[in-house]
């Protein structure tokens, strides 16, 4: 018999994933701010462009989290 499907919790675990991706984001930028001179600019623009896709992922998130509002 299949598990009833339980979304109680999504939007805490939708919360969760932004929280989460958003301190990455920022630990990034931080790590670039602060050895901007140290790095090779392949390695500056691997991770501007993960940054790109975490932004992409959080605005993701919320409109998922927005949905599961409505529900």
């Given at each position: 018999?299949?598990?009833?499907?339980?979304?109680?919790?999504?939007?805490?675990?939708?919360?969760?994933?932004i929280?989460?991706?958003?301190?990455?984001?920022?630990?990034?930028?931080?790590?670039?701010?602060?050895?901007?001179?140290?790095?090779?600019?392949?390695?500056?623009?691997?991770?501007?462009?993960?940054?790109?896709?975490?932004?992409?992922?959080?605005?993701?998130?919320?409109?998922?989290?927005?949905?599961?509002?409505?529900?």
């Open positions: 018999m299949a598990k009833p499907d339980d979304r109680s919790d999504n939007e805490e675990h939708l919360q969760n994933h929280d989460h991706t958003f301190v990455n984001l920022r630990e990034a930028e931080d790590y670039l701010n602060e050895h901007a001179d140290e790095i090779s600019d392949d390695e500056r623009q691997a991770i501007e462009a993960k940054n790109d896709r975490r932004r992409e992922s959080i605005d993701y998130f919320i409109a998922e989290k927005k949905d599961e509002a409505r529900r």
